[in-house]
Structure formats: C-alpha cells, structure tokens
T-cell receptor
C-alpha cells in the first residue's frame, strides 16, 4: 500500500517569512495529493490539492508543487501570518480506490 | 459552517456501554468515511461507504460497527470499547467517491 512521509515534524517561522513542508510517497499509482490544515481541537480542513496531471498549483499565499518522477510534493506558504499556525497534513491517494494515506503531520508555529 | 455534522461532540462511556456516533451530510456526496485520530497523529481510516455499501474496512475490531442507513447518514455503533479506543472520531464525505474529502468536527470519545 501507499506510504507517505512528511518533513519536518515541527517548523517555526518568523511572521512574514515563507514556510515549506515536504512529503514523499511510495505508490506510483497515486494521483491525488491534498493538504489539510488542522487547528487545535478542530477538524482537518482542505487548503489545497493537486492532481498528477499538473506540476504546480497556487491559491493566494499557498502553493503546492508535485514532482512525479521523484515522487514528492511540497506545500509552500508565503508571507506567513499568526493564523497560519496549525498542524498540516499531506496525503496521497489514487482514483482507483477511496483510501487516502496521510503523512505524519507538521506542526507549524508562526512567531510574531 | 461545517457541512458535515457529527453528534455528539463529546462522549464519555464505560467499557460495558453501548453507544452510537452519528454523521450527517446534505451535500449529495455518495461516499462517507470514518476516521480515528489520536492526539498528535494523523487521521487513521477505519471504514468507507460508497453508494451506501461498505467498500473498505481497515481491519477494525468488531466492537466498532458501522452503518449507512441512507446516502446522507453514517453511524458508528460502539460496544465493549477499551481505554485505548479513546480518540477523536472524524466523519468525512466526498463526491464522487474519489474526490476531495470534507471532514466533520468530530466526536471526542473517552472510555473510562
């Protein structure tokens, strides 16, 4: 089955700087890669996703890049703000089944 | 507003009790999911229902029994749980089954 590794496990960034979180996956059949943000005591919320037919996707301050050859994808947050502090999970899956495999999570702290 | 509604928000039960968790969505999604999430860990898939049929059971112990009465409702029946079953139980839905999953706020379950 799929295995998704996520790094780093914790990340502290000065407000206004950029943050990058990286994930690698093992199953070449995976073709869908969402990113979820989970604040303390709250539900995971989808912030951006990418499908394997594109290499990059951007939504305001958030972008995701995908390298299918190397089997890795990354989340980029620019101009970070205190409200970006949360745990971020990457995930991988394929359209052949309903299962998403989550990474282990990154706790992002934005330092004011 | 949360589009996937879970009740109750909190549940404390003894190991001999029987209780049920409920999940409801009115987005017309045809796939619904149960996840278990322990503190500081990613969501862990338990069950998937696709078009009201159980499509994935991730080898979950029989003390957890899922039910999908119709396309909008998903239940998780609990019986004879163990202290290690204490966790946040998240419901999610998607449409079609392999698209983006939307999570509810979860039920925080404590087993005494």
């Amino acid at each position: 089955g799929e295995n998704v590794e996520q790094h780093p496990s914790t990340l502290s960034v000065q407000e206004g700087d950029s943050a990058v979180i990286k994930c690698t996956y093992s199953d070449s059949a995976s073709n869908y890669f969402p990113w979820y943000k989970q604040e303390l005591g709250k539900r995971p919320q989808l912030i951006i996703d990418i499908r394997s037919n594109v290499g990059e996707k951007k939504d305001q301050r958030i972008a995701v890049t995908l390298n299918k050859t190397a089997k890795h994808f990354s989340l980029h947050i620019t101009e970070t703000q205190p409200e970006d502090s949360a745990v971020y999970f990457c995930a991988g899956g394929d359209f052949g089944n309903e299962k998403l495999t989550f990474g282990t999570g990154t706790r992002l702290t934005i330092i004011p | 507003d949360t589009e996937v509604t879970q009740t109750p928000k909190h549940l404390v039960m003894g190991m001999t009790n029987k209780k049920s968790l409920k999940c409801e969505q009115h987005m017309g999604h045809r796939a619904m999911y149960w996840y278990k999430q322990k503190a500081k860990k990613p969501p862990e898939l338990m069950f998937v229902y696709s078009y009201e049929k159980l499509s994935i059971n991730e080898s979950v112990p029989s003390r957890f029994s899922p039910e999908c009465p119709n396309s909008s409702l998903l239940n998780l029946h609990l019986h004879a749980l163990q202290p290690e079953d204490s966790a946040l139980y998240l419901c999610a839905s998607s449409h079609p089954p392999r698209e983006t999953q939307h999570f509810g706020d979860g039920t925080r379950l404590s087993i005494l």
